[in-house]
């Protein structure tokens, strides 16, 4: 047995643990703006568009770091197989393996890349841009 190779759940949490930060704090902001008057600036619809993904975001983050404290991180949900680590690099919040995901289209387990898009002047730092700056920092 080696001991260089460390579970998925030493690899991933101080990532998911970030995201999730991430999510709630943008969370708290766009909530903010659906109670001013101007809605922050935000088309209506196109805000209830951010705050569901970033709703999804936290609980999707939530989710993972609770399967890690439970011992079953990085286990798909569905077949009970391995998630290649390479798809929980791109997705720490991955339930399911790809096959799995492919079968059994699930709006919560599906790969979002990106948020909706919508207002690049204003608030448009997502988390998954690949700018390294944090979206607040912008
Ligand atoms: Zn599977």
């Known amino acids: 047995m080696t001991t260089s190779v460390q579970p998925p759940q030493r690899l991933f949490q101080d990532t998911l643990e970030e995201r999730h930060r991430l999510f709630v704090l943008r969370l708290a902001q766009l909530t903010a703006c659906s109670r001013q008057p101007?809605?922050?600036?935000?088309?209506?619809?196109?805000?209830?568009?951010?705050i569901?993904?970033?709703?999804?975001?936290?609980?999707?983050?939530?989710?993972?770091?609770?399967?890690?404290?439970?011992?079953?991180?990085?286990v798909c949900e569905g077949c009970g197989s391995d998630i290649p680590v390479g798809h929980l690099r791109n997705r720490p919040e991955a339930s399911h393996c790809v096959p799995c995901l492919r079968e059994r289209p699930d709006p919560a387990a599906t790969p979002r890349t990106a948020p909706p898009r919508q207002h690049p002047h204003r608030h448009a730092e997502a988390l998954n841009t690949g700018d390294p700056r944090p979206w607040w920092a912008a």
Do not use: I
């Not at 101007?38 to 951010?50: F, K, V």
């Not at 569901?52 to 404290?69: E, H, I, N, P």
């Open 38 to 50: 101007d809605r922050g600036g935000y088309d209506p619809a196109a805000l209830d568009a951010l």
């Open 52 to 74: 569901a993904w970033a709703r999804q975001g936290v609980s999707d983050a939530a989710l993972a770091l609770q399967r890690m404290s439970l011992g079953s991180y990085g």
